[in-house]
């Protein structure tokens, strides 16, 4: 038995619960058909993960980092699909992070900047991806769709036992790595004089954030990646003072766009990447126009007094 499925017995009877008391037609069965049970996991998994990828990713300036790792797993789903793989995830799990190892070496040469090698690394291995498809007589067909735009209702046991391993393995490599980690991020030239270990910090980081784009792909797909990976940790910059509260809000509003977005996604027979994406460009849109309006009322007081 997988820790995907271990987690679906354990908590299946309590998500059972729960789904009485929720509401509409169609969503309280993420909560109490196990074949839906396995999703709504998954996209919990990730979104957590995610949120705290997305905040160190903030403070580095790499928010197109995820954006570009996503694009170079859509070519190695390419790859495999068109092999004949079985999970064409492995091959893009390679692909994200050779890629990943190469971007933050170049960046730490200085051969290219951050920016810059994500975007080759974005536009060429998306484009790798599409004409591979196309020499390989392959087509747009459903399952490609759903790495570009994701479908979360497409996960199975063993897709949710590798997300949930990578999810674990995860977590645990940030909370090995979390002061040097802020350290290097905030002054990595600091971080590198008392003696930190930047380039290897900085290496393991990029590695994790490659692995978990990856099963982030089968979310919310190869296009909207960003969604889940800076959009909540955007809002919860706009509300945190320290980088402990802005990781707070940043958990808050990512599982707020992924209940919310599966909520709508359910009732309105909509994408549930499109929607969970939609939904979390909303409540960054709805924090950021209140903060704004906020701040002119009280510069108005001011003014006035």
């Known amino acids: 038995m997988g820790l995907g499925i271990l987690l679906v017995d354990l908590l299946g009877p309590l998500m059972e619960a729960v ?41 580095q300036h790499l928010a197109l980092m995820g954006d570009g790792l996503a694009h170079v797993a859509f070519g190695g789903v390419a790859v495999g699909i068109v092999l004949g793989a079985t999970s064409p995830l492995s091959y893009a799990l390679v692909f994200s ?27 060429g291995m998306l484009a790798l991806g599409l004409v591979i498809l196309r020499l390989g007589g392959g087509a747009l067909t459903t399952d490609i769709e759903s790495y570009l735009f994701g479908n979360l209702n497409l996960i199975d046991e ?8 990578i999810c674990l393995v995860s ?21 590198r004089v008392q003696g930190l270990p930047v380039r290897n910090i900085g ?20 296009l909207l990646v960003t969604a889940l990976l800076v959009t909540p940790a955007a809002t919860g910059q706009l509300l945190g003072r320290s980088f402990r509260q802005c990781m707070l809000w940043t958990q808050v509003f990512g599982f707020c766009s992924v209940i919310m977005g599966l909520y709508l996604s359910a009732e309105y027979d909509t994408g549930s990447g499109s929607m969970i994406a939609l939904v979390a460009a ?8 209140t903060q704004v309006v906020v701040r002119s009322f009280i510069q108005s007081d001011e003014n006035l007094n």
């Open 171 to 191: 977590l645990v490599v940030l909370g090995f790595i979390r002061q040097g980690l802020l350290a290097c991020a905030v002054d990595p030239v600091s971080a």
């Open 19 to 59: 789904s009485t008391f929720l509401p509409g037609e169609f969503f309280p069965y993420y909560f109490s058909a196990p074949y839906l049970q396995r999703p709504l996991l998954a996209a919990i998994m990730v979104t957590v993960v995610a949120g705290i990828l997305g905040c160190y990713l903030l403070i």
């Open 158 to 165: 063993a897709s949710l036992d590798l997300i949930a391993l």
């Open 282 to 289: 909303i409540l960054f849109a709805i924090v950021a126009i």
């Open 97 to 123: 992070v050779t890629a990943a190892v190469l971007i933050h070496e170049m960046q730490s040469r200085e051969m290219l900047t951050g920016d810059a090698s994500i975007a080759i690394f974005l536009t």
């Open 203 to 222: 290496l393991l980081f990029s590695v994790t954030t490659a692995a978990v784009v990856v099963v982030m792909v089968q979310v919310v797909g190869t």
